[in-house]
């Protein structure tokens, strides 16, 4: 079983991504399942099933996407091998630019697109810079130059990945994607295997339910901003 | 996995490293020991230094090694190619497509054919350098090989060029200082006086002039598509250029292909603009998913360009003085001999 994790912002074209790779991958013989990550609720996995995709959504409510995911995952694994599938994606809300749900062992996938700004990449954090692959989406809709400078943006946040252009509505891009999933590691269990990167944990006491604002209620890692001294 | 060879280190020096990429001065700030390595400098770092970087550890041990690979130019060489070569695949019906086409670099190849005909499916063809595994079976290849797998895909990115319809520019910067951030991309040596040349090189394709401190998002559509062009023909690595159904409004076309040529590249555009089509040297008809024929442009074609041209430019004139609020009572010269 091959385990690949895909994460990116909001709304950059992962569930397109996905559905056109299901495609390429179904014509090859390869069954895959889906997992899909989110908050507090998700249609995505309305999606998959009209696609004959087999589907499973947790949703992680009032904790971090990410660690929900990092609790769930090996179970995911378990329940796409009863199934009988080659192939298990997993779909993440990626709503958290702290946290990646990259593991080792697990091919990465992040998803970026072009219309997000040259400046992202920088931006986004270990979700980008822990990635194998990074899938370049909405190339169709913004200039050459521009695409040209957000992949080299992308290349400079993460030298080591390759780097696809991918168009959501065409599926052009869909072939080469479904060539570096077939790279991925054939894997029976995560057991034992490791984050790519380790999660921030709940450190200050808003994390643990507090609502209250003021001093008296700041409690644990607590840091406070320093501002510009104002001028007489 | 990584396609970037080279085992960068970090054990260059604090001043060795300012010398070799302008961006580690940026990063790393005035030093009093410009003898450390990159290493020592980064281990001595703490969690304030850390935050105010914007990076974790390993981010920016990822990072320092991006940026002495970018200094030493591994990003973006210049991709040549001799030769790119069509071979036919299939139509819409499954016959086969006879079609053999090798194209040089200068080459100026126009698609003609009816919507739905496959004119986009043969660009995109070339875009991912197809091997019989797109709808058309079409297969693509380059200085005459068929590009094994991991560099099929390595390549593709860097070979091929865009401009299309519903292109737009979405970043909020002026003309200058984008520009210049594509040229600081590509590493040449004065990015400054590079984005001041396609800037004036696109004033030149452009009716309406527009300056570097204009922003990108204001640009009118025929600005836009100008900067797009003389962006791709001086700034672009990529060898490959293909432009589907760009709208022709507002910009010079000849000079626009002049300038493409002038800078050797294969040019393929799908069009329905007759001017466009004869301007090319060669014009690919599509019909039904497949090449119909490929039709050289002959001399006496060539020749009536001129009057194409002349009836052209009479159009957009009547075009502008409506727009400017003229009234068309009387018809110019040729138009009004048809009555
Ligand atoms: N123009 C364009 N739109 C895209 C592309 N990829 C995705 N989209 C659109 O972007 C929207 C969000 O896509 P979705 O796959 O739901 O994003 P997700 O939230 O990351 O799963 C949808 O309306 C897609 O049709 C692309 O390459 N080009
Ligand atoms: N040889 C072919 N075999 C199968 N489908 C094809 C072929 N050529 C084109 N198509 C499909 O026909 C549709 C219309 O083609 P397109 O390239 O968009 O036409 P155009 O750009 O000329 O309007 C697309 O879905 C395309 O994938
Ligand atoms: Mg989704
Ligand atoms: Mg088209
Ligand atoms: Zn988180
Ligand atoms: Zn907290």
């Given at each position: 079983?091959?385990?690949?994790?895909?994460?990116?912002?909001?709304?950059?074209?992962?569930?397109?991504?996905?559905?056109?790779?299901?495609?390429?991958?179904?014509?090859?013989?390869?069954?895959?399942?889906?997992?899909?990550?989110?908050?507090?609720?998700?249609?995505?996995?309305?999606?998959?099933?009209?696609?004959?995709?087999?589907?499973?959504?947790?949703?992680?409510?009032?904790?971090?996407?990410?660690?929900?995911?990092?609790?769930?995952?090996?179970?995911?694994?378990?329940?796409?091998?009863?199934?009988?599938?080659?192939?298990?994606?997993?779909?993440?809300?990626?709503?958290?630019?702290?946290?990646?749900?990259?593991?080792?062992?697990?091919?990465?996938?992040?998803?970026?697109?072009?219309?997000?700004?040259?400046?992202?990449?920088?931006k986004i954090g270990p979700m980008l810079k822990m990635a194998d692959v990074?899938?370049?989406?909405?190339?169709?809709?913004?200039?050459?130059?521009?695409?040209?400078?957000?992949?080299?943006?992308?290349?400079?946040?993460?030298?080591?990945?390759?780097?696809?252009?991918?168009?959501?509505?065409?599926?052009?891009?869909?072939?080469?994607?479904?060539?570096?999933?077939?790279?991925?590691?054939?894997?029976?269990?995560?057991?034992?295997?490791?984050?790519?990167?380790?999660?921030?944990?709940?450190?200050?006491?808003?994390?643990?339910?507090?609502?209250?604002?003021?001093?008296?209620?700041?409690?644990?890692?607590?840091?406070?901003?320093?501002?510009?001294?104002v001028l007489a | 996995m990584s396609a970037h060879m080279s085992p960068a280190n970090l054990s260059l020096r604090l001043d060795e490293a300012q010398r070799l990429n302008p961006a580690f001065a940026t990063l790393i700030g005035p030093t009093p020991k410009p003898d450390l390595s990159l290493a020592d400098w980064l281990a001595s770092l703490d969690s304030g230094d850390l935050d105010r970087l914007k990076f974790s550890r390993v981010e920016l041990e990822a990072h320092l090694l991006a940026?002495?690979?970018?200094?030493?130019?591994?990003?973006?060489?210049?991709?040549?190619?001799?030769?790119?070569?069509?071979?036919?695949?299939?139509?819409?019906?499954?016959?086969?497509?006879?079609?053999?086409?090798?194209?040089?670099?200068?080459?100026?190849?126009?698609?003609?054919?009816?919507?739905?005909?496959?004119?986009?499916?043969?660009?995109?063809?070339?875009?991912?350098?197809?091997?019989?595994?797109?709808?058309?079976?079409?297969?693509?290849l380059i200085d005459g090989e068929i590009p094994d797998p991991a560099r099929r895909w390595a390549a593709s990115g860097k070979l091929v060029a865009q401009l299309s319809q519903n292109m737009n520019f979405v970043v909020d910067l002026t003309v200058g200082d984008f520009v210049e951030m594509h040229a600081e991309c590509r590493a040449v040596d004065n990015p400054e006086q590079a984005a001041a040349e396609v800037i004036a090189c696109a004033n030149q394709l452009a009716g309406e002039k527009f300056s570097a401190a204009t922003s990108l998002t204001q640009l009118s559509g025929g600005q836009s598509r100008a900067l797009m062009i003389a962006d791709v023909a001086l700034l672009s690595t990529s060898p490959i250029v293909l432009i589907d159904e760009i709208e022709n409004a507002g910009i010079n076309r000849r000079q626009a292909l002049d300038l493409l040529v002038a800078s050797d590249k294969i040019v393929l555009m799908s069009t329905h603009d007759p001017i466009l089509a004869l301007h090319a040297h060669k014009r690919i008809v599509i019909a039904a998913g497949a090449v119909l024929e490929v039709i050289e442009t002959s001399d006496t074609e060539r020749a009536h360009l001129a009057t194409l041209e002349h009836y052209d430019r009479l159009m957009s004139e009547l075009r502008e003085n409506l727009r400017h609020g003229a009234r068309l009572e009387t018809l110019p010269l040729p138009f009004g001999s048809l009555e």
């Open positions: 079983m091959r385990v690949i994790t895909v994460a990116g912002p909001p709304s950059v074209g992962k569930t397109s991504l996905i559905l056109k790779l299901a495609k390429t991958l179904r014509e090859e013989g390869q069954k895959l399942a889906v997992v899909k990550f989110d908050c507090l609720s998700t249609d995505d996995d309305l999606l998959y099933r009209r696609e004959k995709i087999p589907v499973a959504a947790g949703l992680a409510g009032s904790v971090c996407p990410d660690h929900f995911f990092v609790s769930n995952i090996d179970d995911c694994l378990q329940w796409a091998q009863d199934i009988g599938a080659d192939l298990l994606i997993a779909e993440s809300a990626g709503l958290c630019n702290r946290c990646s749900p990259h593991v080792q062992g697990a091919l990465a996938v992040c998803v970026v697109d072009n219309l997000s700004g040259v400046h992202t990449p920088k990074v899938a370049i989406t909405k190339g169709d809709i913004v200039s050459q130059a521009e695409r040209e400078v957000f992949a080299h943006n992308v290349w400079r946040a993460n030298p080591q990945a390759q780097i696809v252009a991918f168009n959501g509505l065409t599926g052009q891009g869909a072939g080469e994607l479904a060539f570096h999933m077939r790279g991925a590691p054939d894997i029976e269990t995560l057991e034992g295997r490791r984050l790519r990167f380790p999660m921030p944990s709940a450190i200050c006491s808003y994390c643990i339910g507090e609502t209250c604002i003021g001093e008296n209620h700041q409690r644990g890692n607590v840091r406070k901003m320093r501002f510009p001294e | 940026l002495i690979q970018d200094a030493q130019g591994f990003r973006n060489p210049v991709t040549r190619i001799k030769s790119l070569r069509i071979l036919g695949g299939r139509d819409k019906t499954g016959a086969a497509e006879n079609l053999d086409l090798d194209l040089r670099p200068g080459a100026i190849v126009s698609v003609v054919g009816p919507t739905g005909s496959g004119k986009s499916r043969l660009l995109g063809d070339i875009e991912c350098l197809a091997q019989g595994d797109t709808p058309s079976g079409r297969r693509i």
